[in-house]
């Protein structure tokens, strides 16, 4: 006899998927948009939405679920998004006149280094975040966006591509 899928809407289970996908999914988005607050935002109201549907959605599917809304709440949101990266870059594009010149250039570099990353088509600057800062394998990033491996390593080379023709082939990236 099989043995019967977990309830979503059993407490136990559903605070055994929030305890488990929260923090990656919210980390994925972040890595989609540059806001972490906006990232909260919509992991939160995605697991809003999971309480409310927890008796349509499959146990053993609820990770593709809240990756899937997660990206989908975000597309919907993409106008908001562009409003507060032009603001996060206009804040830190200020510079501090009273560093030194080599504290300044270090300053400037990293505010070049994040404005190229920020500028990266979202698919690519999504990879290669998943994959430098989170320290993520290609099968896991292939897994999170329910792509192909190929399509990873694709998207990965032209994020490389990308960073080094804005910041010089010289920077090992």
């Known amino acids: 006899m099989a043995e019967k899928e977990p309830s979503i809407c059993d407490e136990r289970n559903y605070n055994q998927l929030f305890r488990k996908y929260y923090e990656p999914a919210t980390k994925y ?8 607050q906006q990232a909260e935002d919509i992991v939160q109201n995605v697991f809003i939405k999971l309480w409310r549907l927890c008796a349509t959605v499959s146990f053993y599917k609820a990770k593709s679920y809240i990756y899937t809304a997660c990206n989908n709440l975000f597309l919907n949101d993409v106008a908001h998004k562009k409003v507060v990266l032009k603001h996060q870059e206009s804040v830190s594009g ?41 320290k993520k394998t290609y ?35």
């Not at 080599?102 to 979202?122: A, G, H, W």
């Not at 897994?143 to 010289?170: F, V």
């Open 29 to 36: 988005l972040y890595y989609k948009c540059g806001d972490l």
């Open 94 to 134: 200020k510079t501090n006149y009273e560093s030194p010149e080599f504290l300044m250039e270090i300053d400037e570099f990293r505010t070049k280094l994040t404005q190229t990353i920020s500028n990266l088509p979202v698919k690519e600057r999504e990879v290669f975040l998943l994959s430098r800062v989170e």
């Open 139 to 173: 099968k896991e990033i292939a897994e999170i966006t329910g792509l192909t491996i190929k399509a990873i390593e694709r998207r990965m080379s032209k994020a490389l591509q990308l960073l080094r023709n804005a910041l010089g082939k010289e920077i090992k990236i």
